[in-house]
């Protein structure tokens, strides 16, 4: 979905509008979509006003406030987990399924960084 045209470029639509200018030329003359002059158009008929309706808000986090405590206290007794594997601690723990990346979003949100540990010594000598 793209981003809406700006109020000012609606206001202009509007106003050719109300001179009489018809839908079809609005839309070649702005460069816009008849459907997209004709929602405009019927927007200000049944508001009087051509601004965009607000945004809906959108989905509820999964990972409150405490969820993201018990993540921090997971990490921290776990420092080298992966993201799956911290996800499958906290649906044990938190008694809510969330994938590793929800788990990697929330981590990167609260500025928590993992350290991996090295499981095997560095050689001495160069490789051949």
């Not at 309706?53 to 080298?80: F, I, M, W, Y």
């Not at 938190?94 to 929330?106: D, I, M, P």
């Not at 010594?121 to 051949?128: D, E």
Request: charged share 25%; proline share 3%; hydrophobic share 35%.
């Amino acid at each position: 979905m793209s981003n809406g045209h700006s109020l000012d470029l609606r206001e202009r639509v509007i106003a050719a509008w109300q001179q009489g200018e018809g839908k079809s030329a609005i839309a070649q003359r702005f460069m816009l979509g008849y459907a997209t002059v004709r929602r405009y158009i019927a927007r200000f008929e049944a508001s009087g006003s051509c601004r965009p309706r607000p945004h809906g808000g959108g989905a509820r986090r999964k990972v409150d406030a405490e969820g993201e405590a018990l993540l921090r206290r997971l990490v921290g007794e776990r420092p080298d987990a992966t993201d799956e594997e911290l996800a499958r601690l906290y649906t044990q723990h938190a008694q809510c399924a969330v994938g590793h990346a929800t788990v990697n979003r929330v981590l990167h949100r609260m500025g928590l960084t993992r350290k991996k540990s090295h499981s095997m010594q560095w050689r001495a000598t160069a490789r051949p």
